[in-house]
């Protein structure tokens, strides 16, 4: 059986409603709201600031920490159990490594730059979504940077390439499904996160990323629209 | 520390505050419910800057042994890393313990939810309902605003739907928890001879006492919690917990 038409009737290279907002935590020096359809995250930056234990800093430059945290009630399943686990460990680790291109730390040597990326609500595509708005709150936090980074997951839902799959296509059980989580640099064309669970052909991954490429485009713009619309 | 205390004090002497308030009046109060569609019962709510999520999910449950015809609730609270920049991530501080427990005592001790209708099968299967409290923004007076949101967001409550031992998340029923009354927690500070509701965040540095008064719509009162540094006569109590049940009554009106 073919995936004749995705379960929500958007196309295949539709992602779902995007809604973005640049400075909505006062305390935060730098912070962001970003929702994909019901995937919502909240931002903040707090830094770059002191660093501490001592043996953490890094005296030819400033570090970033990413931390990634489902609220206990973010998911439409049990609840979540508050303290960090496996997977939200390597998501930070990931979301940190995503971001990092885009920053010059040279200037704040010693210096930590703090994200902390927190979810209400999540439905597939949370670790995209927590990118998206920390690349929105570091520049909101007047970082330099050369570049914002935009992510949505692309993938397969059994013949057919998607972009931004919801959490039923992630459970699709009629064929195989494959979920790449993938972001980039818009205006340099680099990949700085890639990861996929399933199964694709060669020829088919690099179909879909020319897809998600397009789209993470559109994303740019809704981040960059965002965050001039502070200033309004 | 010691000149914005002074400070505080003398403009409270005028009648007034950093930003200019009346002592016992509240930022502006707002009140969001239903915010996020994964948790069974959700709010929000904003007093002035400070920003404050509670979310509730359910469980079934082996029942306590000393209450096996009783469900039960359980509060947590999280001050988010993101909310302030001294908070760090990593469990619970004891300011987060004893917020969560404020925020329980208030609830459970007003006897507005009946234990009993909780349980589904005695000494086997009960509904626990876990109410989880996110800080957004912290810019003072955590205690009411979680309080507030806490209350709104049981009120918002629906059951999912339970077959064959079974929880199906996705499937929302009609059924509500049926709370007998709306408890609500003010918490009223002392700073030199003066007494505030509401205080913001650099009030929140220079407290002398506080005392969070959790009541019923008729002023009974369910809840007490005393803390900060200094102690206090009968008489500031008595004060206190007057100003208490009447800030009650006014929050209380924004709870649907």
Redesign the interface.
Known sequence: MAYKERLDKRKFDEPRKIEAKAG?????DG?AYFKIG?T?A???V?GP?NLHPKFLQDPSKGILRC?Y?M?????????VR???SRRSKEISMVTEKSLLPVLDLKEYPNSVV?V???L????AGSRCAGICAASMALADAGLAMKDLVAAVSVGRVDDKLVVDLDYKEESYEDGPVADIPLAMMPNHDRVTLLQMDGLISKDDLKKVLGMGKKVLKDIYEVQKKALKDKYK | MNELREHVIKLFEADTRLDGRKLTDYRPVKLEVG?????EG?SRVKIG?T?V?V???V?VMQPYPDTPGEGSIMV?A?L??????DFE?G??SIQAVELARIVDRGIRESKCLDFKKLCIKEGEKIWMI?I?I?T????GNLPDASALAAIAALKNMKFPEYKDDKID??KKTNKGLDLKDTPLSVTVIKIGDKFIVDPDYDEGKVVDARLTVASLSDGTLCALQKGGDYPLSADDVSKMVDIGIEKGKELRKLVK
């Open positions: 909505v935590i006062p305390n935060a912070s019901n919502a909240y931002a903040a707090y600031r931390h945290n609220m206990p009630f973010s998911s439409s399943g049990d609840r508050p303290g960090g703090d902390f990326i927190e209400p609500e999540t439905e | 915010i996020t569609s994964t948790a959700s800057q920003d999520m979310g509730i999910k469980e947590g999280e988010l890393p993101l909310s302030n920049p991530p469990p619970p876990i989880d996110c957004i923004n912290d810019a998340y996705k």
